[in-house]
């Protein structure tokens, strides 16, 4: 426990040394009238007139000031009636790069900068959601129940878990954040948080299927570079990309059962917006892969390129090269 005794402005200006006189304390220069616990106090400490006066930091062996030291005297001192005692050490423990790590120990210490949290320290007196109108920017609300979060969780998670939309803000995210697809949920919510920053500031909006594809460029060069995989897996992006202005793309796939075999094709159309336009499916009757391929191909370029500049057409599995 500290105590604290209230000093007479008089004596602020004091030094230590205006009291120390021919080897022993004065305290008849003090105008605050210092109880005599305190005097029997200073007057315990040794003073060594040889030594030259010196900053001490009690909270140190050596008296040197560091930050390591300061945060935990803090930590021991102060915060131990306040602060939950939590451990953060899984979030330095993951396989990201420090500024995912920090954004991590951000959303844990409820201390994202949304507009609830800037609310709540007066930098700006509305709360709301640029994004969706949304009365109350919360951490979790940009993160999980915005609209725009929420188009982009369902492409992650084609199945979303039971209890996503349950959980508070921090057991929400350290709950997917340690799991075995961690990485994913937090570059996804990374990618989630830097489109809302870019509409705000830049006044961009990142349409969802450009979001997914960063996710899943970042989210494969972060396994590969950072290795949280086996040394032997050989890590592949996939990735289906746009095609270019004004063109559409088709994409088509056909396979047999049995090779030869009851075969069949399909294909989408989407245009370069990735917006799906049209699909078509056909059968080929007993064929084999590759007939089951280039039906699929040929059946592809029978839809011709209307109102666009050109269509770009790939199968799955076979290029017409391969032929
Ligand atoms: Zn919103």
């Not at 230590?16 to 080897?23: G, P, S």
């Not at 640029?130 to 369902?154: N, Q």
């Not at 350290?174 to 697809?181: C, L, N, R």
């Not at 699909?279 to 666009?308: M, P, Q």
Request: proline residues 3%; glycine residues 6%; hydrophobic residues 35%.
């Amino acid at each position: 426990m500290y105590t604290f005794a209230m000093l007479c402005h008089s004596d602020t200006n004091l030094r230590l040394c205006d009291l120390f006189e021919n080897e022993a304390w004065n305290f008849n220069k003090l105008y605050t009238q210092l109880p005599s616990f305190y005097q029997d106090c200073i007057c315990s400490i040794t003073i060594d007139s040889d030594v030259d006066d010196k900053l001490i930091w009690s909270g140190s062996p050596n008296g040197i000031y560091s930050a390591s030291h300061g945060y935990r005297w803090l930590d021991q001192n102060l915060n131990q009636q306040t602060v939950p005692n939590t451990t953060w050490s899984w979030i330095w423990r993951l396989q990201i790069t420090e500024n995912w790590q920090h954004f991590c120990w951000l959303v844990m210490h409820g201390s994202l900068p949304t507009n609830s949290f800037r609310a709540s320290r007066h930098l700006t007196s509305n709360t709301y959601c640029h994004r969706c109108g949304a009365a109350v920017e919360s951490d979790l609300h940009t993160l999980r129940d915005c609209p725009r979060a929420m188009s982009i969780w369902k492409y992650v998670y084609p199945t979303i878990p039971n209890n996503f939309y349950m959980l508070d803000c921090q057991l929400w995210f350290k709950h997917h954040a340690t799991m075995e697809a961690g990485t994913k949920f937090i570059v996804t919510c990374f990618e989630i948080w830097r489109n809302r920053n870019e509409h705000i500031f830049q006044n961009t909006q990142k349409d969802t299927w450009n979001s997914v594809n960063n996710i899943i460029s970042y989210h494969a060069s972060m396994v590969y570079n950072l290795g949280t995989t086996s040394k032997h897996h050989v890590v592949r992006q996939v990735r289906w990309n746009l095609p270019p202005e004004g063109y559409i793309k088709i994409n088509v796939d056909g396979s047999s059962f049995g090779n030869p075999g009851n075969a069949g094709f399909g294909g989408v159309l989407r245009n370069d917006m990735g917006l799906w336009i049209q699909g078509f499916y056909g059968s080929c009757g007993r064929a084999s892969n590759l007939l089951a391929e280039l039906s699929a191909i040929w059946k592809g370029k029978d839809f011709n390129s209307h109102g666009t500049l050109g269509i770009n057409l790939s199968s799955w599995n076979l290029t017409l090269g391969q032929i």
